[in-house]
């Protein structure tokens, strides 16, 4: 966005998927509604800090719908334009009907747009950046720049997701696990450009929480919250990376461990137990610890083997393998590695660190070099290199 | 999604190199090798999977610092350091397995007599940002 006011601007994009779900429900189709709030959004940028219109929200809808009438009317293929002469002929609804006395938004249509966004026929990577741009009312210059790729790359990805769900109506009932599988990859994706994707992401599962009562919602809010509170901690000064064990838990962000734990604690009292419930217990029991010595492992390990009893995946039973080597000892640890995948990534820091623990230095090292020729980020690759020279040194594990 | 470097070499040792060089083709078959190279990065462009393109020049300078206070040192080439880069292409792709098949389509670029050159080509993957979840 061209507007210079954060402020404006955020609140300008919690419009945005209110508003495209009027258009659909008025007969547009999404890729037009969208790209006509586009540029109703370009124009409020320019217009209202000189004359802010009293009904932000009413306003947009208006110049919106002109900007789809305009788009049909322009559009050069005969085609489309029969797709699209149904709505255009639809007399405009009077403003009221939707946006209602109270100013309250479309609860249904802004929920059904998330589901839409997260069509399981789009790739997860289209169904982030359609997510991104039209439930969280980024730019797509906004979402390349956080996705480091050129903006025509961006531009191309989303028209091409914009066609795949291009017969998809907003209000078929979709599958809200892949809108949270959506969500958790723009969370995973950290923060890149000037966009915080994971605010971002954040901010998407705080909306769609306060529009749908599931317990999997609340888990996976409480999972971020409970990640994000370590935020501040994860990091040197120098920007190097810090691990759990060893990170100064002064830095953890008491409100949000608070938060998400009372989010987790009336998820789980609702017995519909899913993925994102269990890992945030997980979180939670980490988060609980006032030292890493007063780490409830065997808590832990429970929650793994409820994790895995409802996702069985090579990774859950890695990162199982690591608790496991807390609670009953390093020997244990590995006992659960065995069977495992050496492809894994990080396969070979998870057996360094267990190795480390067992007392075998020099096996431990080699195992760090590895891991490190293996990572895949670069904060990862010094962290296993510091951690391999450490133990060449004769260092414990914390200095 | 996963960005990959593919990376493109003038010239690998004789064993890895079995096609004829580009200076011995006719030059339609020049043509219709870089008409292959730019049609790919198009398709790239309009599947939202590229990121940059860019060739290097062979003639290149080895730099060393000269130490405090002194110019830095300059070299080369060493005629020890056959394989040189000619070029890169930076994809953003689902996984590794696009990747491949990307690369291997690259490699089957037309050289002499219009046949697939089948290069070699180097496939690496970017050192992406941490992710968020570090348990």
Redesign the interface.
Known sequence: MIDPDPLAEAELRELVPAVIGILVSRGADFATAEDAVQDALIEALRSWPSDPPRDRRGWLVTVAWRKFLDIVRSEGSRVKREERVMAATLAEPETSAESGDDGVPNVDDTLDLYVLCAHPDL????AVALTLLAVGGLTTKQIAAA????E?????????AKSTIAGSRLNRPGDLSSVLTTLYLV????H?GDVDL?AEAIRLTRSLRAMIDSAEVDGLLALMLL??A??DA?FGPDGR?I??ADQDRTLWDRRLIVEGIEILQAALGRDELGQYQAQAA??AL?ADAQTVEDTDWVQIVQWYDELLALRDTPIVRL?RAVAVGESDGPGAGLAELRGLDESLPRYFAVEAHLRERAGESQRAAELYVRAAER???????DHLNRQAARVRSGQGHRP | MAKYLMLKHYRMSSDLMNYTPMDQWSPDEVDAHMAYMNAFADKLKDSGEFVDSQALSPEGTFVQSGGPGKPPVTDGPFPETKDLIAGWMVIDVENYDRALELAGELSAAPGKGGEPINEWLELRPFLDHAPSVDE
Do not use: C, W
């Open positions: 790739s997860p990577a289209s996705y480091m790729v050129p025509s790359t961006m531009a191309q990805r989303i028209s091409r969370f995973n994706e950290g890149s994971v990640h994000h370590r935020r994860r990376l691990a759990l997980i979180a980490h990162n990572a895949g980020s670069v904060a990862e690759r």
